[in-house]
């Protein structure tokens, strides 16, 4: 029999959680950033790379790898580990936030969204039940509920319909998902801004007995203080004893201030987004290399990171390469940037450890938030 999943908290600060998720694949070291690996693959990185970083997951992108190559033919070919060559934990989305936020045509109903692919106009449709097939297809090991994401500000009633309705998702998602020792199926927090609604919605999934909690509906243009507000909110009506993802979040502050209310996942297109677009993150602050006043700096990004990325090039060269939109230049930001996350959650896990988060944690990030050095 597969080994089943499990997760257990090794240390205590405050209400910052260090702990591991042990399943099949490998172990999940949290509090965890998983890079996000679109169509299969985590943007200019080989994925010997991803893992030399630090990250334990990725996270596959179910609305594109169903509409590109297929979700069956990546079933034909082995599975998106095979397929992609990374044999170790992936967690893959439902597709519904992507479905809504990149689809054209899409009409959302009680049975699931129908839609055009924004490739081809070809017509889909995302039941719960073809969601978690589909991320079965692929050879998920941590699926994720297909539910209704509802964007900030938005009408009581309207955020309360949406989180019903991701209610009775989660119920049919895991009917669909079954029993599956070595994987998990994680329901989706939804409640918008609204302090009851997030209650009942996550008391509601806790009686599910779920192997693991997302909480969804933020990081969706809300100020700060209200996501850590419903944070706040939520994390108490989770069970202790599993993990809890906030999806979608988020910078350096996001992140430990999250882990401070007790979240353990982080996703975010940031690290890897930024890259591409010449900026780097440093413990010192933000870098811009677009930024002409770099065209003669001989100094690294950072001479005491063990990233070649970050301790081997000058920013000189960098520029050269963003101003002359040199494929490297993507390919030496993000794996200065991934780098950068992943040493950031490194150090997060340590203070946990050492009971010294609550006092270091500012310290931890306190470069990253100063503008462009
Ligand atoms: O309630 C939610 N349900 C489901 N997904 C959500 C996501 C997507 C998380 N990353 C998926 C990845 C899957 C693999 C490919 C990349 C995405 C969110 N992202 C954000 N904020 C960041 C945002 C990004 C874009 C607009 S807001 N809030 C989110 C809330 C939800």
Known sequence: ???????????????????????????????????????????????????????DIILGNTYHLMLRPGAERVARLGGLHEFARWPHPILTDSGGFQVMSLSKLRKLTEKGVTFRSHIDGAPYEMSPERSIEIQGLLDSDIQMQLDECTALPAELKEIERAMELSLRWAERCKTAF?????????????????????????QALSEMGLKGYAVGGLAVGEPQAVMLEMLDITCPELPADKPRYLMGVGTPDDILKSVARGIDMFDCVMPTRAGRHGLAYTRRGKVNLRNARHADDPRPLDEESDCPAARDYSRAYLHHLVRSQEALAAMLLTWNNLSYYQKLMQDIRAAIETQTFEARGAEITEGWARGDI
């Open 178 to 202: 079954g029993d599956q020792p070595g994987k998990a199926m994680f329901g989706i927090v939804q409640g918008g801004d609204n302090a009851a609604l997030r209650v009942r919605s996550a």
């Open 1 to 55: 029999m597969a080994k089943p999943f499990s997760f257990e908290v090794l240390a205590i600060d405050g209400k910052a959680r260090r702990g591991v998720i042990d399943m099949p694949r490998g172990e999940i070291r949290t509090p965890a950033f998983m890079p996000v690996g679109t169509g299969g693959t985590v943007k200019t990185m080989y994925m010997d790379q991803v893992r030399g970083v630090g990250a």
